[in-house]
């Protein structure tokens, strides 16, 4: 079972710019990357000891910005970060990749899926689709893309992309890597996802 030997203990929670969200995360995150993995240990925002659960920040007098959801764990030489903005980020310590993971609730409009995964082609100098479909996710439908592109001032990058919108919320999950080591990540990636849900119970 995905995550069954995941860490189920109190939460530690940081400071976080929720404006901020996951625009410029992946130049960011690849920036530093490119001379050195910096990894760091400590609190992430709702990241539950970085284990399989993200818990949504709570908000006095207002619905929630965000979800409390599960996820699998991509095992191997992945390594949390703590990047201002994000939820959940794993970069692997071998090879430069990112997996990132994110939800929005009531604050995403009413853009299709489609047009969501085409917004996040913002931080890219060139968005080139290799692949779209649509799957089953958690009782929904999701779109699985998968894109070549060029981060600003970062060699060509390979993205897949996986999103979905349940019950009022809306959740993307990142793959990130340069076409090289795509593949490598790809498996890891799926293991993640595969052992998304949401609502918790």
Known sequence: MVGSNSRRIPVTRCTRDRHGGARGLR????????????????CATGWINHGDIYVAAK??????????????LPGGDW????????????????????IHLDSQCGKHGDSSIEQFADHLRIDFREWNVVSQAVEPLAGRDAVRTVVVGELDGVQQMQMELVILKKDGCLFDFQLLAPPAHFAQGKPDFDRVVAGFSYPIR
């Open 59 to 72: 908000t006095r007098g207002a619905a929630p910005a965000e979800a409390t959801y599960r996820f699998g």
């Open 79 to 98: 390594q949390p970060l703590n990047e201002p903005g994000a939820q959940v980020v794993w970069a692997n310590s071998q090879y430069p990749a990112v």
């Open 27 to 42: 130049g960011r995150v690849f920036g530093g990357l490119a001379g050195s993995l910096l990894l760091v240990s400590g």
